[in-house]
Nanobody, 122 residues
Framework: QVQLVESGGGLVQTGDSLTLSCAASGRTHSNFAWGWFRQAPGKEHEFVAAISKSFDNTYYADSVKGRFTISRDGAENTVYLRMNRLKSEDTGIYYC???????????????WGRGTQVTVSS
């Protein structure tokens, strides 16, 4: 089984940059996609970014496209989310996920981390 642990969250100011990490342990061979989702207070669960395991194809929500970059290391032990030009709207709990098909559908992910808090002050 795969276990995911997010890290790198914190309190930053508008316009700052921050990099989140998601460390994976266990059997990652059966996972073909990695993703990041977030949830702001009082709002619905939102897709942020995803990356395929084999071909490094990336997918982004329109709200973060051009500002966020998802990547992974060659050993598939860690997936990253580089966030640039952060806005107050980016505030929320960020969750990493591992699954089968990269994209915005949560049903394609079977393993989830506990999340890391990102707070962007205006």
């Amino acid at each position: 089984q795969v276990q995911l642990v997010e890290s790198g969250g914190g309190l930053v100011q508008t316009g700052d940059s921050l990099t989140l990490s998601c460390a994976a342990s266990g059997r990652t061979h059966s996972n073909f996609a990695w993703g990041w989702f977030r949830q702001a207070p009082g709002k619905e669960h939102e897709f942020v970014a995803a990356i395929s395991k084999s071909f490094d194809n990336t997918y982004y929500a329109d709200s973060v496209k051009g500002r966020f970059t998802i990547s992974r290391d060659g050993a598939e032990n860690t997936v990253y989310l580089r966030m640039n030009r952060l806005k107050s709207e980016d505030t929320g709990i960020y969750y990493c996920a591992a699954g089968w098909v990269p994209g915005p559908d949560r049903r394609n992910y079977g393993t989830w981390g506990r999340g890391t808090q990102v707070t962007v002050s205006s």
